[in-house]
């Protein structure tokens, strides 16, 4: 069933608010990871140590868009347990409508090509080539809710079968490993032994040493 394509922007809005840095107090920093891999913790810092003093707050939920890695993914959904952490103004920060949008639902659908393409159309260049108002215009689409929260079941139903497929073809290889590595004990055990010299004789040639200078420039 095809769905209407709607302007992200009917669904989300910029949230542009800066707070000055306390030297002496810490900070959570997050980075947004490539391939849209998601956010994770960067570090936590003192702010005495943090030089740019005007940093943005991220909440749990927000939409999270790195200005710069964009193009290569660069976004994700703010998880509750960076909620608070801060980030530059090379970031943007939107908060979601969820009466209309279920944050789960757009974590998923900004991982795919067909949003990814979206977002390296949007100018030539690598360095502030994305700006809110690009991502306000990207299109989505959108079911209702409900729809939205089945679809969201549906693959995470999904990801755990695969997860399980994965941990059996792992545990599968590390069986035939043991069972090759103790096939390999027994055969090496029982197997005749011989002088190291007799299987790997040493030869002895003439070797010429002379340093290669053109190497070394």
């Known amino acids: 069933m095809m769905h209407p394509l709607v302007r992200l922007g009917q669904v989300i809005a910029h949230r542009k608010a800066f707070i000055t ?4 107090q810490t900070y959570m920093r997050c980075r947004v990871q490539s391939y849209g891999k998601g956010i994770v913790l960067r570090d936590i810092v003192a702010g005495a140590d943090i030089k740019t003093k005007h ?3 991220c909440r749990a939920g927000e939409f999270l868009v790195a200005e710069i890695d964009a193009k290569v993914g660069g976004f994700g959904i703010v998880p509750p347990e960076l ?3 801060v980030v530059s103004s090379h970031y943007f920060l939107f908060t979601l409508d969820e009466t209309q949008i279920d944050q789960r639902y757009l974590r998923f659908y900004v991982r795919t090509p067909e949003f ?7 100018g030539s ?4 080539a994305i700006r809110p108002r690009h991502v306000l215009d990207y299109m989505i689409p959108l079911p209702p809710l409900d729809e939205q929260r ?8 999904l990801a755990a079968r695969i997860a399980e497929a994965r941990g059996l073809h792992s545990d599968i290889w590390q069986q035939s490993d043991h069972i090759l590595m103790g096939l390999y004990s027994d055969l090496a055990y029982h197997a005749p032994k011989l ?15 002379r ?6 420039e």
């Open 211 to 216: 340093e290669d200078e053109d190497y070394y």
């Open 21 to 24: 840095i306390d030297d002496t």
């Open 116 to 122: 990814q393409d979206q977002v390296t159309a949007k």
């Open 195 to 209: 002088p190291m010299q007799t299987v790997a004789p040493l030869i002895r040639r003439p070797v010429d040493i």
């Open 150 to 157: 089945r679809i969201v079941a549906h693959i995470d139903a």
């Open 125 to 128: 260049t690598n360095y502030a």
């Open 83 to 85: 909620d608070g952490a």
């Open 55 to 57: 940093q943005q707050v």
